[in-house]
């Protein structure tokens, strides 16, 4: 099983929170151009990194993670 981060909810919970790449990426404490390549499938990311893009959302990591 390959566990990857469900992109279509991260921008669908971005367009909610009317935030774009560049405010999630800052508010998740990370490189807006490690939060692109994760956006576009360039990489995986990794778990950690997948916690603290679903805390800026305000979500479960469980919720923007697909199997």
Do not use: C, H, Y
């Not at 774009?20 to 778990?47: H, V």
Request: no cysteine; hydrophobic share 40%; charged share 25%.
């Amino acid at each position: 099983m390959v566990l990857g981060i469900d992109k279509v909810f991260v921008r669908v919970s971005m367009a909610k929170k009317e935030i774009n790449q560049k405010q999630l990426a800052i508010a998740s404490g990370i490189s807006e151009s490690t939060l692109s390549n994760i956006l576009t499938g360039k990489s995986d990311g990794n778990p950690k990194t997948w916690g603290k893009i679903a805390k800026a959302l305000g979500v479960d990591v469980t919720e923007i993670i697909k199997q």
